[in-house]
């Protein structure tokens, strides 16, 4: 008859730890690690907010990176091109495209630029006129405000100055930026696998596996959401310029066409934003007639964009709640301002997907298991000897 050993008792805590509840014991030793993980958050995100003006170009050569990958695949397989010249490649079309928008939009405003000032101070006392007439204000009245306006700004010349001065330093900054974002992102097409094999490689054996199908998740998602942004924010973007072409504004749908589309990749308040001037833009020189119909146009193309594009295109590779959208947006705006609101959902995306597949809910099976990979994180954990043999 088989003896039944009784369960050994773990080494007693001293007493004055005894008497406190295990619930609270359980709940002091979880509190104080995620202290110390919201506490490493922290600090991360404050140096990245001292060296913004390299990290900010960075995430814009990664999301750019995501979108080109494609494309430099398609060059390395189907043509001669190699990786690194099928980059260039990649890298000098985008930068033509780009330079080409903002060239037709910039000819086109400077070919109008007569007519745009005629017709927004034409606009200007019309709207000062409907003011004065529907709100009974005197004429005395508004030309007081403007001379007390024109006389605060002859007191602050000196800080308009200083103001003008330091836009000359963000320009240099812009251009600081331009030029590593450019350089990362050519080196990310180019060599990019290397770099992260290089990066996991610094991991423990174990961890390199889940890390690397972990991250293909993330950037599977953050492929998806580059392109999903591109297409939705040219379909809004040619919806709102249509309507400016219907308002008899065919000559301002360019440059209205590249401000709606960048200002669409910052979600929520992008929109409303690029939105808002097209129909200031529609009322000073067409009238309130044109402008309502300019706000219906606005409207009817957003609530498109709402609750059918976004969806429909994002699919389940992206799949945030609309609060997390929201909340991810304030966030980013609160902590670093127009970047944080442009990053927050892109980096949530490449997030949620990574995560999920770490606690074990594959957001994309379909990507199966990277045997090439692992076999290599493999031969890196092996010891010099045994390869040797």
């Known amino acids: 008859m088989t003896k039944i050993r009784s369960a050994q008792r773990p080494p007693t805590a001293p007493r004055e730890?005894?008497?406190?509840?295990?619930?609270?014991?359980?709940?002091?030793?979880?509190?104080?690690?995620?202290?110390?993980?919201?506490?490493?958050?922290?600090l991360l995100l404050w140096a990245m907010l001292q060296v913004s003006g390299i990290v900010v170009p960075f995430l814009i050569?990664?999301?750019?990176?995501?979108?080109?990958?494609?494309?430099?695949?398609?060059?390395?397989q189907y043509t001669f091109l190699g990786r690194t010249a099928a980059s260039a490649v990649a890298l000098l079309g985008l930068i033509l495209v780009v330079m080409g928008m903002f060239t037709l939009a910039g000819r086109q405003l400077i070919s109008q630029w007569a007519d745009i000032q005629y017709q927004a101070i034409t606009g200007f006392q019309g709207l000062v006129s409907w003011v004065t007439s529907t709100f009974q204000i005197d004429a005395p009245m508004i030309d007081q405000a403007l001379d007390q306006g024109l006389v605060q700004l002859q007191n602050n010349a000196s800080t308009l100055l200083n103001s003008a001065l330091s836009t000359a330093g963000?320009?240099?900054?812009?251009?600081?930026?331009?030029?590593?974002?450019?350089?990362?992102?050519?080196?990310?097409?180019?060599?990019?696998?290397?770099?992260?094999?290089?990066?996991?490689?610094?991991?423990?054996t174990a961890a390199r596996v889940p890390t690397h199908e972990a991250f293909r998740r993330g950037w599977k998602a953050l492929s998806a959401y580059v392109r999903t942004q591109i297409l939705v924010a040219a379909v809004d973007a040619t919806g709102i310029a249509i309507g400016m072409v219907i308002a008899s504004l065919g000559s301002y749908a360019v440059p209205i066409w590249?401000?709606?589309?960048?200002?669409?990749?910052?979600p929520l308040i992008g929109a409303i934003v690029s939105g808002a001037i097209a129909v200031l833009l529609v009322l000073v020189l067409q009238g309130w007639g044109w402008a309502i119909f300019m706000l219906a146009v606005v409207l009817v193309v957003q609530q498109a964009e709402g609750n059918l594009l976004q969806p429909l295109l994002m699919g389940k590779a992206v799949e945030i709640h609309p609060l997390g959208v929201f909340l991810g947006v304030a966030g980013g705006a609160m902590i670093a301002g127009i970047a944080g609101a442009l990053f927050a959902?892109?980096?949530?995306?490449?997030?949620?997907?990574?995560?999920?597949?770490?606690?074990?809910?594959d957001p994309s099976p379909e990507l199966g298991s990277d045997a090439t990979a692992a076999a290599r994180f493999r031969r890196l954990g092996r010891p010099r000897t045994a390869e040797a043999k």
């Open 17 to 42: 730890v005894e008497e406190i509840p295990l619930g609270v014991r359980r709940l002091s030793a979880w509190s104080w690690r995620l202290i110390v993980i919201v506490a490493a958050g922290a």
């Open 61 to 76: 050569a990664v999301l750019i990176a995501a979108l080109l990958s494609p494309v430099v695949k398609i060059l390395t």
């Open 170 to 204: 963000v320009i240099g900054n812009i251009a600081t930026g331009l030029v590593v974002c450019l350089f990362t992102l050519f080196f990310l097409l180019s060599s990019g696998s290397t770099i992260w094999n290089w990066a996991v490689g610094l991991l423990p």
């Open 258 to 266: 590249l401000l709606v589309f960048l200002f669409s990749f910052i």
């Open 345 to 361: 959902i892109p980096v949530i995306a490449f997030i949620n997907a990574t995560m999920l597949y770490l606690v074990g809910r």
